[in-house]
């Protein structure tokens, strides 16, 4: 039993082998065809996308109950449910279905308390990405916006007459 687990066969490593050149080839195909959102983080939609395509190449790769053809088959599944959602992302009633909203975490030098609290990010998590976009007074801060991706994103600048262009904040929550 232990060898089995430590040590394979020749025929299962070829087998592997062959997978993994055809799973290769497809993802390679399929990205170029679909694009490269196909592997981003921009929504949690894309997230789960990117999740469900590296289980199927698991499975396909290192399991026998998934043949070559089918694990393709899932890929383009994948790719292709991804990229109708891409294309109905243009209109709002469907976006507002699969898209989360970006959220306001400070205006200017002032915390958001409340929209810290929904995105659940502390205060160190905060100075964190503070120290992180080199903000070395917090009269620098513009705006913190939590993405739709998880990320922190600080707008910043020296210049105190400065302020953030609407359009750039054009969809993020206040509240």
Partial sequence: MLNDWIFSNSQTLMF??????????????LTRLFGKRSFSKMS???????????????????????????GV??????????GITAYLRQ???FKSLVDNNPLLLMDGENILWDNMKKAKVTEDDLKAKLREANVIKISQVKAVIFETTGDIAVLHN??????????????????
């Fill in 16 to 29: 592997i082998l062959i997978s993994t050149i055809g799973i290769f080839i497809s993802v390679v195909i």
């Fill in 158 to 175: 020296d210049q105190e007459n400065m302020s953030v262009d609407s359009w750039i904040l054009e969809g993020v929550n206040r509240s």
């Fill in 73 to 82: 088959f899932g890929l383009l599944s994948i790719y292709t449910l991804q």
């Fill in 44 to 70: 949690s939609f894309d997230f789960a996308c990117t999740i469900a395509m590296g289980s199927i190449i698991a499975s396909t790769l290192l399991t026998k109950s998934v043949s070559l053809i089918e």
């Fill in 91 to 93: 209109f709002k009633v």
